[in-house]
């Protein structure tokens, strides 16, 4: 039996499987290391919604657009219980018709800010636009008839406005229309409590911009605003045409949407972006009038119904569909490192890197005849897990790179320490921190370099098997097991 375990202590088989089963083990630290991370990760997202609470969330901005109230009458057979015709009743019902601006364009300036919540640094941003364009000429007989030999009754138009968040108005929004000064105020007159655009500003149309209208001229307006929001801000084109320009001194955008930027420059000095999107390729504008209608669907047909629980939409006997959320082109002020992103993905090369370390100790006892014992082994592989603790833990305080390379230089010490008493030289310990020191090199540059990791990482490991074939391609393992053997 002595025998038997001595055989087995020494066997160059048993050891590499040793050395596999303990890198498994060393899997649960890394496993909870990440958990740790993804936990911290929750709490960073939590402090964007509770700011997103308390101070301001994420903008879509939706109009400028015109409503026009209208009454339709008409006169409605009045019967008795045995169906015959007894005279007429009048009938009535309040509606709106919706205009759509012809041209709209949207020029403003994104002015990033940072808010803190606890130990989390969150971005937001001041939006200062212009929204400028025009009306098409209002015709009377666009407006279609709900009622046979119906009379329907104008009143005065007013314009709508809406955002996600109004709590983000930085002021008073101001409008000018047809030289005349508008003057917003809460809410949108009319619309049912679950249209989500009841929620917005609406200004009166009045004075000469009220008498351009009823003339039937096309009526030009501007429109000036502020705007804060967290980190992204989405338009709805709802005009024939909207165009956008918006510029920011933030150098990380991410643009997303329904449509992309035209055209955009993105310099260490910030972006440059425009947007060109027509009413023929997106349905924002079916979408805006099911908010104007209700949170059901979208109506079709062009009026919406704002006269509450006992009105009706127009074409509303026509079948719904759904449309899906509201189509928009967006831009966000991304943060340039997420530290607990890329700390995951540093932690998902965490069995692979504790591996080739293993591995090189394992040469090391191999060539220079040394023998090390697992406890050794162990304390190597944790030594590896701890840098990416440590690593997490330094770039909640400091920039990633700054926190990288104290991680990685405190792990490259230590194992250059041990290494030098249990390999017996400093010579060899220094070597051995100088190759665990390359790993890091080479996964900083995995992580820095996002859209070519995989292709790294593809490389980095066929690079380490290549070398360790070419270094042991002439190793007579039997002969080093049999060396084994015989050594007291």
């Keep these: 039996m002595l025998q038997l375990l001595k055989v087995l202590q020494s066997s160059m088989l048993v050891k590499v499987a040793g050395l596999f089963f303990l890198l498994l083990l060393l899997c649960i630290p890394l496993a909870e290391i990440d958990s740790i991370n993804r936990e911290r990760g929750e709490s960073q997202r ?32 009045l019967r008795n219980a045995q169906g015959k015709v007894i005279g007429q009743e009048p009938r009535s019902k309040e509606m709106a018709h919706v205009v759509f601006p012809d041209k709209l364009h949207i020029e403003g300036t994104m002015a990033p800010q940072e808010r803190y919540r606890g130990i989390f640094k969150i971005p937001f941003y001041t939006l200062n636009a212009t929204l400028g364009g025009g009306f098409a000429a209002f015709d009377p007989k666009a407006v279609s008839h709900s009622e046979a030999d119906s009379k329907i009754e104008f009143k005065a138009p007013f314009i709508a406005f809406n955002v996600s968040d109004l709590r983000g108005l930085d002021g008073s929004p101001t409008v000018v229309m047809a030289g005349e000064a508008l003057r917003f105020r809460q809410r949108v007159p009319g619309l049912a409590d679950d249209a989500w655009f009841a929620d917005g500003i609406h200004a009166p149309v009045t004075g000469a911009a009220l008498a351009a209208w009823q003339a039937g001229t096309p009526v030009a307006f501007e429109m000036k605003i502020g705007l804060v929001g967290q980190d992204t801000l989405a ?33 260490p000095q910030g972006f440059d972006a425009h947007w060109r999107v027509s009413s023929l390729v997106t349905s924002a504008r079916e979408q805006v009038r099911s908010g104007l209608s209700g949170r059901g669907g979208p109506a079709d047909g062009n009026t919406a119904d704002v006269a509450g629980a006992n009105a ?26 997420n530290v607990y992103s890329m700390s995951t993905r540093a932690g998902k090369y965490g069995a692979l890197f504790i591996g080739m370390v293993l591995m090189a100790a394992f040469m090391f006892e191999l060539f220079r005849k040394l023998r090390l014992h697992p406890v050794q082994y162990g304390l190597v592989g944790l030594s590896i897990a701890l840098f990416f603790l440590l690593l997490l833990a330094l770039s909640e305080k400091f920039a990633f790179w700054m926190a990288y390379a104290g991680a990685a230089a405190a792990s490259v010490v230590l194992l250059a320490v041990y290494f030098s008493a249990v390999l017996a030289g400093w010579r060899r310990g220094l070597s051995f921190g100088a190759f665990v020191a390359l790993l890091y090199g080479a996964l900083y540059g995995l992580l820095a370099s996002e859209s070519n990791a995989l292709l790294l990482g593809a490389l980095l490991i066929f690079g380490m098997l290549a070398a360790l074939m070419l270094v042991t391609r002439k190793v007579d393992w039997y002969a080093l097991s049999r060396r084994a053997d015989d050594t007291p």
């Design 46 to 77: 939590e402090a964007g919604r509770e700011l997103a609470a308390t101070y301001a969330g994420r903008q879509t901005v939706v109009g400028p657009l015109l409503l026009v109230p209208y009454v339709e009458r008409w006169m409605e057979p």
């Design 312 to 337: 009706t939409v127009a074409g509303m006997n026509m079948p719904r569909r759904s449309i899906g959320p509201l189509q928009t082109f967006d831009v966000s002020l991304a943060q340039p490192i």
């Design 235 to 267: 338009i709805a084109p709802i005009a024939e045409e909207t165009t956008a320009h918006l510029t920011s001194p933030w150098a990380h955008p991410s643009f997303g949407g329904r449509f992309l930027a035209a055209e955009r420059s993105v310099t």
